[in-house]
């Protein structure tokens, strides 16, 4: 019988029972550099507090993923390294969660190709992320941009994940996942969990340009994203610049007034206040006033975890290290889930 330390280890690496269900979150982001603010408050805030809550965590860096969209090969290996010191320095602890890069695991691509063999072509066609991004291909579109939700669902059920975090824009991604789980049980016997969404409480963080819609670091106006790796002089000129409107006081009223609101929400989200305690002190404030008190909390927020990137952008090799180390464990994880559902399909 397994000794109570051995059962732990066994069961964080899913050997333990073919149907024993083992609470396990798995969450990725693609190598885009350096995130911004958004990805800060709707993803890698929470990615923190969740390594603290759950004992089986996988965060993944989404280099496969990424070539969705054209990259230059230095651009991408420079960007991995870049995503991965950032995170690292908002929190992310590799004794916590296993940070790997998912390209170190060949099993994330094997096991996409038997569940896009699951999955029918009009349930991809109907996404809108294929619709919005196939736009921006000269409405072409490459098959790795139709099927990287497929690419995904695998990214998830590879390792029997229980919960995933999501943004509002990647719940239909999720739901696919839900149903590729549940078509692959029917036809094999249950053997994937259905995994459950972990939605952040954090509002969407808007571009300060243009508060209809998100704030990206693809969008072409420059002073529209707040990276986590600005400097102070850059914040405060992107906040002062920030689209708001003509009434001078500070309310809270998306429908209404989305720019002042735009603002408030992230006031409120990098202070840890409500959105009512922000409004209390922002009492007397023009709006002109209140987007320097604003920027002011950013640079205060991302002072340290600024510092921390620059040191750990100085040593490449720790970083290639830290994602290589999370692959063995990542690895070590899927390869027994992976050689059931070989056996399951008919591989071996």
């Known amino acids: 019988?397994?000794?109570?330390?051995?059962?732990?280890?066994?069961?964080h690496r899913g050997t333990v029972g073919q149907n024993m269900v083992v609470d396990r979150i798995f969450s990725g982001i693609q190598p885009t550099g350096t995130p911004h603010l958004g990805n800060y408050l709707g993803a890698i805030q929470n990615w923190v507090?969740?390594?603290?809550?759950?004992?089986?965590v996988l965060y993944s860096i989404m280099d496969m993923h990424s070539l969705t969209m054209p990259k230059e090969p230095a651009v991408l290996r420079q960007n991995i390294l870049d995503t991965t010191a950032a995170i690292l320095a908002c929190g992310i602890d590799p004794k916590k969660c296993f940070l790997f890069r998912q390209s170190l695991v060949p099993e994330h691509a094997e096991l996409a190709w038997i569940l896009g063999c699951l999955t029918n072509m009009p349930r991809l066609l109907r996404l809108p992320q294929w619709?919005?991004?196939?736009?921006?291909?000269?409405?072409?579109?490459?098959?790795?941009l139709?099927?990287?939700?497929?690419?995904?669902?695998?990214?998830?059920?590879?390792?029997?994940?229980?919960?995933?975090?999501?943004?509002?824009?990647?719940?239909?991604h999720l739901e696919l996942a839900?149903?590729?789980?549940?078509?692959?049980?029917?036809?094999?016997?249950?053997?994937?969990?259905?995994?459950?969404?972990?939605?952040?409480?954090?509002?969407?963080?808007?571009?300060?340009?243009?508060?209809?819609?998100?704030m990206s670091k693809s969008d072409p106006q420059k002073l529209a994203t707040v990276n986590i790796a600005d400097s102070p002089d850059d914040i405060v000129l992107k906040f002062r610049k920030a689209v708001t409107d003509f009434t001078s006081e500070v309310t809270y009223d998306p429908a209404a007034r989305p720019g002042v609101s735009n603002l408030v929400s992230i006031h409120a989200a990098v202070t840890g206040l409500?959105?009512?305690?922000?409004?209390?002190?922002?009492?007397?404030?023009?709006?002109?006033?209140?987007?320097?008190?604003?920027?002011?909390?950013?640079?205060?927020?991302?002072?340290?975890i600024r510092n921390e990137i620059?040191?750990?952008?100085?040593?490449k090799s720790h970083l290639m290290k830290v994602l290589e180390d999370g692959a063995v464990k990542a690895k070590e994880l899927a390869a027994p889930i992976y050689q059931e559902i070989r056996r399951l399909v008919g591989f071996q």
């Open 1 to 11: 019988m397994a000794t109570p330390s051995g059962l732990m280890r066994a069961l």
């Open 49 to 56: 507090n969740l390594q603290e809550e759950c004992s089986s």
């Open 131 to 144: 619709k919005m991004k196939r736009a921006s291909q000269n409405n072409e579109g490459t098959v790795g």
């Open 146 to 172: 139709l099927t990287y939700p497929v690419l995904q669902a695998a990214d998830i059920l590879l390792y029997k994940s229980t919960r995933v975090p999501v943004g509002e824009d990647q719940v239909l």
């Open 178 to 214: 839900q149903d590729i789980a549940q078509h692959f049980n029917k036809k094999y016997g249950e053997f994937f969990p259905v995994p459950k969404a972990i939605l952040s409480t954090t509002k969407k963080i808007k571009s300060l340009r243009d508060p209809a819609v998100k």
């Open 274 to 304: 409500s959105i009512e305690e922000v409004l209390q002190q922002s009492v007397g404030l023009d709006t002109a006033h209140y987007k320097m008190v604003v920027a002011e909390s950013v640079i205060q927020k991302f002072a340290p």
């Open 310 to 315: 620059k040191k750990l952008q100085e040593d």
